[in-house]
């Protein structure tokens, strides 16, 4: 069984960069047709996907967020890493790592790490 773990700090100050690690268990990050994303929860609101890193090393980020973002691997430690730079108040949430299997006959799982608060204050 697939299980991720959000590492990282909690509190965050105006304009600095937030980092956050997702160490996975169970699967390696390089096996095939998986995708790794950071999905953030801001208080009060839904879901908003942020980019993901595929099983290839590719990355795929939000446009919104695309300029801020950067989301990188270290197969040897079976991690993945979100750089969040000139964080802001509404950048405060829930971060949650999730990872996502889907080969080319259907199949598809889905998993999720418990999440980790970030909080964004001087």
């Known amino acids: 069984q697939v299980q991720l773990q959000e590492s990282g700090p909690g509190l965050v100050k105006p304009s600095q960069t937030l980092s956050l690690t997702c160490t996975v268990s169970g699967g390696s990050i390089t096996t095939k047709y998986y995708y790794w994303s950071w999905i953030r929860q801001p208080p009060g609101k839904g879901l908003e996907w942020m980019g993901a890193?595929?099983?290839?090393?590719?990355?795929y980020y939000d446009p919104f967020l695309a300029s801020r973002t950067s989301i990188s691997r270290d197969t040897s430690k079976n991690q993945f890493t979100l750089e969040l730079s000139s964080v802001a108040p509404e950048d405060q949430a829930v971060y949650y790592c999730?990872?996502?299997?889907?080969?080319?006959?259907?199949?598809?799982?889905?998993?999720w790490g418990k999440g980790t608060q970030v909080t964004v204050s001087s």
């Open positions: 999730n990872g996502v299997y889907v080969d080319n006959k259907g199949y598809s799982s889905t998993y």
């Open positions: 890193i595929a099983y290839s090393g590719n990355t």
